[in-house]
T-cell receptor
């Protein structure tokens, strides 16, 4: 089977940097994705890592260590609009993504 | 271009009644997914289609759930009869192995 672990909640202040960790256990691992979901909204794609290292897209970066079965999403210069739930998801071969339970990020002024 | 379109946006039904959800994926996307999301949880796969073929329906409760994707374009997910535990958001997505685009979902409440 597959399992993913991520913190249930994270709180940070506007302008700060926050890191959301994700550890996974799965065979046949292909890659790790991150999605953002605002309350009442649809999950939206943020990033995908297939290889070890850091991928940067604007204020958001995502990191993967395949040997440690670990990844994280880094959000810089936090803004109030970043308050949302963030999901990591593993890709196993051609199978559909398996999502974690999500991390609720609350950005405070 | 239009994103993934789902309807209805909200649905309230009594238990034991049937319900259907409709999804139109992004044009040209051969792969379509139906996920269910319970409050405070991540999406859980119900079924995956490659064109009109259901290639992964292992998590679809087949005693009451059914799905179809005629002509490999839009798709319908049906529940009959609905149970209280089916209350959730039903999400449709299309895309590649690397990134999905989700629709706005159908929020189902069974009373």
């Amino acid at each position: 089977g597959q399992s993913l672990e991520q913190p249930s909640e994270v709180t940070a202040v506007e302008g700060a940097i926050v890191q959301i960790n994700c550890t996974y256990q799965t065979s046949g691992f292909y890659g790790l994705s991150w999605y953002q979901q605002h309350d009442g909204g649809a999950p939206t794609f943020l990033s995908y890592n297939a290889l070890d290292g850091l991928e940067e897209t604007g204020r958001f970066s995502s990191f993967l260590s395949r040997s440690d079965s670990y990844g994280y999403l880094l959000l810089q210069e936090l803004q109030m609009k970043d308050s949302a739930s963030y999901f990591c998801a593993v890709r196993k071969g051609r199978r559909a993504l398996t999502f974690g339970s999500g991390t609720r990020l609350q950005v405070q002024p | 271009e239009a994103g993934v379109v789902q309807s209805p946006r909200y649905k309230i039904i009594e238990k034991k009644q049937p319900v259907a959800f409709w999804c139109n994926p992004i044009s040209g996307h051969n792969t379509l997914y139906w996920y269910r999301q319970n409050l405070g949880q991540g999406p859980e796969l119900l079924i995956r289609y490659e064109n009109e073929e259901a290639v992964d329906d292992s998590q679809l409760p087949k005693d009451r759930f059914s799905a179809e994707r005629l002509k490999g374009v839009d798709s319908t997910l049906k529940i009959q009869p609905a149970e209280l535990g089916d209350s959730a958001v039903y999400l449709c997505a299309s895309g590649t192995d690397y990134g999905y685009t989700f629709g706005s979902g159908t929020r189902l409440t069974v009373v």
